[in-house]
T-cell receptor, first 109, second 115 residues
Framework: GQQVMQIPQYQHVQEGEDFTTYCNSS?????IQWYKQRPGGHPVFLIQ???SGEVKKQKRLTFQFGEAKKNSSLHITATQTTDVGTYFC?????????WGAGTKLIIKP | EAQVTQNPRYLITVTGKKLTVTCSQN?????MSWYRQDPGLGLRQIYY???????DKGDVPEGYKVSRKEKRNFPLILESPSPNQTSLYFC??????????????FGPGTRLTVT
């Protein structure tokens, strides 16, 4: 079946370091969405990418959609404690929304 | 305030005792769905509904039922819960999930424990 692989599962960083999570799809996606789930909370929509090669920025967050529309990444520059949580990608393909397993961002004390 | 509500937020029950988790949205969304979240497995879709009286199976529908009699409500029914259904459940809604893809609005979650 269709899958979206998301890596890494966890990433530990010192505050101020950068963070990146990657998603790779087995099929071409029509678009991809990114969500953030704070500890104890529910997923909250961050952004949607639609076009091949698209890059969008939200302050310290940079989102990319690959040229082949099969992969995507989220990069956070200079992490802060407020960035803690799990980041999910979700790709649309054949009228289905396929979720990655998420990357948990942990800030080391 | 636009929101998705779920009840109850926490539930501990015993094997075989039927239960219903309610979900309601006030955004007039056509599309609603249920997910379960388990450590390391991300979000897995249980059932979804494209509109009133239209429901379909997601990735993990076994042991669950749903109904969509009204646009705003989408209850999740466990006829005979088992311990492997212990999980965190989320209801979500969006505008019609055609190929365009609309953002999902999630409820606060229901933590279910089946002993």
């Amino acid at each position: 079946g269709q899958q979206v692989m998301q890596i890494p599962q966890y990433q530990h960083v010192q505050e101020g370091e950068d963070f990146t999570t990657y998603c790779n799809s087995s099929t071409t996606l029509s678009n991809i969405q990114w969500y953030k789930q704070r500890p104890g909370g529910h997923p909250v929509f961050l952004i949607q990418l639609v076009k091949s090669g698209e890059v969008k920025k939200q302050k310290r967050l940079t989102f990319q959609f690959g040229e082949a529309k099969k992969n995507s990444s989220l990069h956070i520059t200079a992490t802060q404690t407020t960035d803690v949580g799990t980041y999910f990608c979700a790709g649309h393909s054949n009228y289905q929304l396929i979720w990655g397993a998420g990357t948990k961002l942990i800030i080391k004390p | 305030e636009a929101q998705v509500t779920q009840n109850p937020r926490y539930l501990i029950t015993v094997t075989g005792k039927k239960l219903t988790v309610t979900c309601s949205q006030n955004m007039n969304h056509e599309y609603m769905s249920w997910y379960r979240q388990d450590p390391g497995l991300g979000l897995r879709q249980i059932y979804y509904s494209m509109n009133v009286e239209v429901t379909d199976k997601g990735d993990v529908p076994e042991g669950y039922k749903v109904s969509r009699k009204e646009k705003r409500n989408f209850p999740l029914i466990l006829e005979s819960p088992s311990p492997n259904q212990t999980s965190l459940y989320f209801c979500a809604s969006s505008l019609s999930d055609r190929q365009g893809g609309y953002e999902q609005y999630f409820g606060p979650g229901t933590r279910l424990t089946v002993t």
